[in-house]
């Protein structure tokens, strides 16, 4: 078979696949995916790597990283693929979280640059490789058509609080549900703005929280520390002693702080065993 007759090929095979795993609403698919649309068309095995290929090659594909691809909406009758749905297939298992989480949950109106996840697996990413092209990476985050993706690592006994939500007509992912996402705040504030941001947003939607789930969720997370700013926090957001409780009964040695990124310097509050170090008095 000559190079022309099985570049055409290619092209005819190449659009038939898409036309199959877009059918089926694979939009995102895998090489493996690929490859049992392509037996149902009579595809050759031989020749599906070079059919992904010339598919890349057209625009109608983009490959995110190996054996992983993305329908392009050059490709007629495709549409925009979610940046969320592209997270939680670049890294599985993922969820959607922090920044993001708190924007789609209505918890902030400010959007942030970055798509963020959250992982238990290990996180390797092209710039990590040097593969980022000579450009400063953000937080050696992913990236795709221009979007950075970041991953957090987290132990899988840390990975829980998840819920699946439809982000578009086509996709749903798994996303951080609001109390997970707000408790992610007083774990790691420097990801969400820092803790000023994050007492602001506990006071303006405490009223719309399952406050009984954050509270187990910081128990289960299991520091203390995470455990006591979140008590405190809500303290003075008025919430009941009665919510509070498991909370405040948490053991801890010694005095921990209030924002974890500020010197320890400030007043000591040992209701809560917490060193408030945000306040005016300590700047």
């Not at 190079?3 to 696949?17: A, D, K, P, V």
């Not at 995916?33 to 095995?45: F, H, S, T, Y």
């Not at 995110?64 to 969320?84: D, M, S, V």
């Not at 609001?178 to 941001?197: C, K, N, S, Y």
Request: with cysteine; proline share 7%.
């Amino acid at each position: 078979m000559s190079r022309q007759r099985r570049h055409g090929y290619g092209n005819t095979w190449g659009m038939q696949l898409l036309r199959e795993l877009f059918g089926e609403g694979r939009f995102l698919f895998t090489t493996e995916e690929a490859k049992v649309a392509g037996a149902r068309l009579g595809i050759p095995v031989a020749y599906l790597s070079q059919v992904l290929s010339q598919l890349v090659a057209s625009g109608w594909l983009q490959r995110l990283r190996r054996g992983l691809y993305a329908g392009t909406e050059a490709f007629p009758g495709a549409g925009q693929i979610h940046p969320f749905a592209i997270a939680t297939r670049l890294m599985v298992p993922s969820a959607i979280s922090h920044w993001s989480a708190l924007n789609y949950h209505g918890l902030t109106e400010q959007v942030a640059r970055v798509v963020t996840a959250i992982t238990p697996r290990k996180v390797v990413t092209p710039s990590m490789r040097g593969g980022h092209g000579g450009r400063k990476p953000t937080k050696h985050a992913w990236d795709v058509a221009g979007i950075p993706y970041l991953y957090v690592s987290v132990t899988p006994a840390h990975f829980f609080g998840i819920e699946e939500v439809w982000v578009d007509q086509l996709f749903k992912v798994p996303m951080t549900d609001p109390e997970r996402t707000v408790l992610d705040g007083f774990i790691a504030p420097r990801m969400v703005g820092g803790m000023g941001e994050v007492l602001g947003m506990l006071e303006a939607h405490v009223q719309t929280l399952d406050l009984p789930k954050l509270v187990r969720y910081a128990l289960r997370y299991g520091k203390g520390s995470v455990a006591k700013r979140l008590g405190w926090a809500l303290e003075r957001a008025q919430v009941p002693a009665s919510v509070l409780a498991p909370l405040q009964a948490l053991p801890v040695a010694g005095f921990r702080v209030l924002d974890p990124t500020r010197p320890a310097r400030g007043p000591c509050d040992r209701r809560w065993m917490l060193q408030d170090n945000l306040s005016a008095r300590t700047r």
